[in-house]
């Protein structure tokens, strides 16, 4: 079969037809579909050739796994892992079992057609281009670059076995089980490619989209000092919810910059390759919280719906929509959703004096609030409260903090400097702490440039 026969030949496609409208694939169609006509335009060619080769280029830069041979077979199999089609949410749905003998021999036939259009690779284009242009082979630029290759990280895991098995030689039928594992396991479309989601919808819409976090906070439990109890009770609940276990909506409350966040960006960077996925969403966006659930509930992975800095005012009505979803009634959140949200407001709304027959209108900054305001905290199944640290856990976690960065300093004069930064910031938190730490570093870096 002729290279152009194998370009068109992807019209017989099923269920990964949307490959074929990315634009790099529709272009690299067009070159090779120029490269059989013999009354083809040598300049026009010669042009969309090179256009290709930049197209490439850009897309390999994007890139996130060092890849092997050709960058266009790389390119081609992380379109097919990212893409979503019956096929691949019913493998991500059976999360590594294997999907119906129908849709595998379906998806076998799909992969028999990608792989020679995956296989045509930058030298055979050359040499067709030369052939048709005059033009020597080592004249025409070369998309497979190892200055960008190599900047890549080596993919892990099931990636890693799938970048082995589809760049290496084994017909790519033949790899169809452990692509489907991979969707099980890794997930499909963006899913595939990414941990962490923010939720929003267009103005004027009703409902959102996902979009991914392409550069998400890498923080760790290992960074994150004087709150292991606390820490342990969010971990071993999100471990229940991964194994199909009964599981908890969680609530981290407490006073600001004691790591309630970044407790939950570390659950992600823990779990995330186990197949925990999380989205948030903002305040504003409750109201739309159903339309999201339903876009989650059809998929195979765990999600954690992350709601930051959760308050209200008198006024909103957007905490309706999640007292509804975690109440556990007709809209309640489906099995593979958990909710973790955190707040400096134990009861998220603030009560006023004049919610009391005969009180001036001011804020009440203790006691229990009234029942109504009371029920939105009490409907999250675990609790767990961050209280800011003493002075003793403060300099202690400070002493963390130098000790992991490699910072020598007398531990008395740290403790004093630490001492004096937390007066002049006005707050004791772990946040203080990294922030204390983060500005000697950098002042001992510039004494040590001058």
């Avoid at 749905?93 to 990608?114: C, K, Y």
């Avoid at 300093?409 to 910031?425: I, T």
Wanted: charged share 30%; aromatic share 8%.
């Amino acid at each position: 079969m002729s290279d152009g026969g194998v370009v068109g030949k992807t019209g017989a496609l099923v269920f990964y037809r949307g490959i074929l409208k990315d634009p790099l694939i529709d272009e690299g169609k067009k070159v090779w579909e120029m490269t059989g006509k013999a009354a083809a335009d040598k300049r026009q060619l010669l042009e969309a050739y090179c256009s290709l080769t930049a197209s490439v280029l850009e897309r390999l830069e994007a890139l996130r796994w060092r890849w092997t041979g050709d960058g266009w077979q790389a390119v081609v199999l992380e379109l097919i892992l990212s893409d979503e089609n019956l096929f691949s949410i019913k493998a991500e749905g059976l999360r590594g079992g294997g999907p119906a003998r129908d849709l595998v021999s379906l998806a076998g036939r799909d992969l028999e057609l990608l792989e020679p259009l995956a296989r045509l690779g930058c030298s055979r284009l050359k040499e067709a281009v030369a052939i048709r242009t005059g033009l020597p082979e080592d004249c025409l630029p070369d998309w497979n670059l190892t200055s960008i290759r190599e900047e890549k990280a080596e993919p892990r895991g099931l990636r890693a076995q799938v970048y082995s098995a589809f760049l290496g030689k084994t017909p790519w039928r033949e790899n169809l089980g452990l692509l489907a594992r991979f969707y099980g396991k890794v997930g499909a479309g963006q899913l595939s490619g990414y941990y962490a989601f923010r939720w929003r919808r267009p103005e004027g819409e009703n409902s959102g989209l996902l979009v991914p976090v392409k550069n998400r906070d890498l923080i760790t439990f290992d960074q994150l000092h004087g709150y292991d109890r606390e820490q342990e009770m969010v971990i071993e609940n999100t471990r229940q919810f991964l194994a199909d276990l009964p599981a908890n909506n969680v609530l981290l409350y407490g006073s600001r910059g004691t790591g309630k966040s970044s407790t939950v960006k570390a659950l992600l960077n823990q779990f995330g390759p186990e197949g925990l996925r999380l989205v948030e969403i903002t305040k504003l966006d409750l109201d739309s919280l159903p339309q999201l659930l339903e876009k989650l509930q059809s998929r195979g992975l765990r999600f954690i719906i992350f709601i930051d800095d959760l308050s209200f005012g008198e006024q909103d009505v957007q905490y309706a929509a999640l007292k509804a979803v975690l109440e556990g009634g007709v809209g309640a959140a489906p099995s593979n959703v958990l909710i973790y949200a955190t707040s400096n407001r134990r009861h998220f709304l603030p009560e006023r004096f004049s919610d009391r027959p005969g009180l001036e209108n001011e804020e009440v900054r203790t006691g229990d609030t009234l029942q109504e305001k009371l029920s939105l905290a009490d409907r999250f199944g675990m609790t767990v409260t961050f209280l800011s640290p003493d002075q003793k856990g403060y300099l202690a976690i400070v002493e963390k903090l130098t000790e992991q960065r490699g910072i020598a300093m007398d531990r008395e004069e740290l403790r004093r400097r630490a001492l004096d930064w937390e007066l002049h910031q006005n707050v004791r938190s772990p946040r203080t702490a990294r922030q204390f730490v983060d500005q000697l570093q950098g002042k001992l870096g510039l004494e040590q440039l001058d």
